[in-house]
């Protein structure tokens, strides 16, 4: 049987907000060489739908909610799916999506089966979900792991005891032609908060989720207002805690100063509006809110947490300070505001750190290549056997020119 080339390569995640791992999602299905590889989604229709305005339209959409494995009716239709795409490469973000769609490609003998965690789970508690045993083995159905940073790929390696030779390191990429320094923000932005023009934004874009640290940045922005209380806060992103967060903001008495503005597809106009970013996660894997806030020519303070040290490095790059502390936060925050040489100093270097290393390019190229690569070697790749005897896979050439043709003969494998 011959598999021809585009391969049909789909994307599965059950989450059901738009956060990191769906912009990581989004790069992906946008930028993938189509001469190669012809994407797919599979997702909860709550998330099809927030990103549906940014899908690209060739790409084919199976919105279903598929969040454990007894759910019967939804495996059907995905192993069904799968069978009808022929899909040639399962790629699952996060554990979660991992552990229902991995067991189910394998069984339907998708030839390259992916996993790429993003995050450290630091959930994960107890005898036996801190064992990871239910990792381990669940990656019996895995072929490769795409860590989205070193810290990222120590925790699978180290902490889950997952094969090193099945990790592959691919940090996160951004489009920086997106976020330009010399931006700036649409006129009126800021009154349209309540804010005077005058009054310096500091900005934290992230899901209003636990991991975030929101409600360590509200205790620092109450002790921020007691030197400079002209100082207001943004929150961009959408989760379970927002209303748990605006009674905090009740309780400090702050009110005046805070906005929530829920999910913004225009996040470098908002980071144009931004003095500071600012990213008080208690963990991450390599976030996308670290390398924009960079590119858009922003100083940021964030917490010392897992991939994001490799993006803000202190005294360099950005400020850290310890995750949960919400004093060192608000001194690092007011370092900045008081010394805007320093602030400016930072972001100029963040800005030359992310188009060094956290390009789009470089994370398109390297992911394409891991596909190829991983599908090319896999045992349950299609193969045909030609006249002469020789067992060719499928050829493509990538956006390097290298041709991916292999052929098997005599034991001898040749690539032109």
Request: aromatic residues 8%; contains cysteine.
């Given at each position: 049987m011959t598999r021809s080339f585009p391969l049909p390569v789909l994307h599965f995640s059950n989450e059901l907000v738009r956060g990191g791992v769906e912009e990581h999602m989004l790069t992906l299905l946008r930028e993938l060489d189509r001469k190669c590889f012809r994407p797919l989604l599979v997702c909860p229709p709550e998330c099809a739908e927030k990103l549906g305005p940014d899908l690209p339209s060739d790409v084919e959409v199976l919105p279903l909610s598929l969040q454990t494995p007894d759910q019967v009716g939804a495996a059907f239709r995905f192993a069904q799916f799968l069978r009808r795409q022929q899909v040639a490469i399962l790629h699952s973000h996060l554990f979660r999506a991992s552990?229902?769609?991995?067991?189910?490609?394998?069984?339907?003998?998708?030839?390259?089966?992916?996993?790429?965690?993003?995050?450290?789970?630091?959930?994960?508690?107890?005898?036996?979900?801190?064992?990871?045993?239910?990792?381990?083995?669940?990656?019996?159905?895995?072929?490769?792991?795409?860590?989205?940073?070193?810290?990222?790929?120590?925790?699978?390696?180290?902490?889950?005891?997952?094969?090193?030779?099945?990790?592959?390191?691919?940090?996160?990429?951004?489009?920086?032609?997106?976020?330009?320094?010399?931006?700036?923000?649409?006129?009126?932005?800021?009154?349209?908060?309540?804010?005077?023009?005058?009054?310096?934004?500091?900005?934290?874009?992230?899901?209003?989720?636990?991991?975030?640290?929101?409600?360590?940045?509200?205790?620092?922005?109450?002790?921020?207002?007691?030197?400079?209380?002209?100082?207001?806060?943004?929150?961009?992103?959408?989760?379970?805690?927002?209303?748990?967060?605006?009674?905090?903001?009740?309780?400090?008495?702050?009110?005046?100063?805070?906005?929530?503005?829920?999910?913004?597809?225009?996040?470098?106009?908002?980071?144009?509006?931004?003095?500071?970013?600012?990213?008080?996660?208690?963990?991450?894997?390599?976030?996308?809110?670290?390398?924009?806030s960079l590119a858009a020519g922003r100083p940021i303070v964030a917490t010392e947490v897992d991939g994001t040290l490799e993006v803000v490095i202190n005294e360099k790059t950005g400020l850290s300070v310890p995750h949960g502390q919400a004093k060192a936060l608000a001194n690092a925050i007011l370092r900045l505001l008081g010394d805007p040489e320093l602030a400016k100093e930072l972001a100029h270097a963040g800005r030359r750190w992310v188009e060094e290393h956290f390009s789009q390019e470089q994370q398109i190229q390297r992911t394409e290549n891991l596909y190829l690569q991983s599908w090319e070697r896999s045992s349950r790749g299609l193969k045909h056997k030609t006249a002469d005897g020789a067992v060719q896979v499928a050829a493509c050439d990538n956006r390097e020119g290298r041709s991916l043709l292999v052929e098997k003969a005599s034991g001898e494998v040749k690539r032109r």
């Open positions: 552990l229902v769609a991995s067991p189910i490609g394998w069984l339907c003998r998708v030839p390259v089966i992916l996993e790429t965690p993003h995050v450290r789970e630091a959930w994960r508690k107890g005898w036996l979900k801190g064992s990871f045993f239910v990792d381990r083995f669940a990656g019996q159905f895995v072929d490769r792991y795409i860590a989205v940073s070193a810290a990222n790929a120590r925790f699978l390696i180290e902490e889950k005891q997952l094969p090193a030779r099945k990790v592959q390191i691919i940090h996160n990429g951004s489009d920086l032609r997106k976020f330009d320094p010399k931006h700036l923000a649409p006129a009126g932005m800021k009154q349209a908060l309540g804010f005077d023009e005058s009054d310096p934004v500091l900005v934290v874009v992230g899901r209003l989720e636990p991991q975030k640290g929101h409600s360590v940045m509200l205790e620092a922005h109450a002790q921020i207002l007691k030197c400079f209380p002209r100082v207001r806060l943004v929150c961009i992103g959408e989760g379970a805690l927002r209303q748990q967060l605006q009674a905090r903001v009740e309780a400090l008495g702050i009110r005046e100063s805070v906005r929530f503005v829920g999910f913004q597809r225009n996040v470098a106009d908002w980071l144009a509006m931004a003095d500071i970013s600012i990213l008080p996660s208690f963990f991450e894997g390599l976030p996308l809110a670290a390398i924009e």
